[in-house]
């Protein structure tokens, strides 16, 4: 059983800052790529950024710049530092990683259960 437990969400004013923390628990023997996502109210959810085993990142046009990724692979974590945040960031923010359990021969994609950023004044 594996399961992703998110924290670091909240309210901040626009130009502040944030982290979001994503830690994978459970029978882990490996873990891939990790990403966040994030879903506005009427809006489909949308990439943030991602980032390889390897410590390979991507991010959407939109936070490249403010946001970066990480990852501690030691404790099976991806840390998401969003800096300058603007009202337009506020969304549900929600982790994946692409996880290979013990006993288990193929790679399957977990989610968070998500956390609030609200950036306004």
């Known amino acids: 059983q594996v399961q992703l437990v998110e924290s670091g969400g909240g309210l901040v004013q626009p130009g502040g800052s944030l982290r979001l923390s994503c830690a994978a628990k459970?029978?882990?023997?490996?873990?891939?790529?990790m990403g966040w996502y994030r879903q506005a109210p009427g809006k489909q959810r949308e990439l943030v950024a991602t980032?390889?085993?390897?410590?390979?990142?991507n991010y959407g046009d939109s936070v490249k710049g403010r946001f970066t990724i990480s990852r501690d692979n030691a404790q099976n974590t991806t840390y998401l530092q969003m800096n300058s945040l603007k009202p337009e960031d506020t969304a549900v923010y929600y982790c994946?990683?692409?996880?290979?359990?013990?006993?288990?021969?193929?790679?399957?994609?977990?989610w968070g259960q998500g956390t609030q950023v609200t950036v306004s004044s």
């Open positions: 994946k990683m692409s996880v290979r359990p013990w006993r288990r021969l193929i790679e399957s994609d977990y």
């Open positions: 980032i390889t085993s390897g410590g390979r990142s």
């Open positions: 459970g029978s882990i023997f490996s873990i891939d790529a």
